[in-house]
């Protein structure tokens, strides 16, 4: 069996260079609030234990819930299917 960790960021190390690392968090990032129908991207910032997964990176899609601090986004990812995310607010940008 092998007792290494199998981690979100496991095998990564060249995506956590200095020039990959999500930028810094800001007081005015963590106090965002958003509404159903706003347009969104999702990009990493900060925090690594709650990002969504590196391939949604960039990914802009819609508002269609909140719960708790987090927001449902919904968005396409081939012509026919729609995927939902649950992401926290810091890791959302309006466009």
């Known amino acids: 069996m092998s007792e290494r960790s199998h981690g979100l960021f496991s095998g990564r190390a060249r995506h956590l260079a200095r020039h990959h690392k999500p930028s810094k968090l800001s007081l005015s990032s963590l106090m965002k609030s958003f509404s159903v129908g706003d347009k969104v991207a999702i990009v990493p910032k900060g925090i690594f234990k709650d990002i969504p997964h590196p391939r949604?990176?960039?990914?802009?899609?819609?508002?269609?819930?909140?719960?708790?601090g987090a927001y449902v986004v919904e968005?396409?990812?081939?012509?026919?299917?729609?995927?939902?995310?649950?992401?926290?607010?810091?890791?959302?940008?309006?466009?």
């Open 75 to 95: 968005f396409m990812v081939s012509n026919k299917t729609k995927r939902t995310l649950v992401v926290p607010q810091r890791h959302l940008e309006k466009l």
């Open 56 to 68: 949604y990176r960039g990914r802009v899609g819609t508002v269609t819930a909140k719960r708790g």
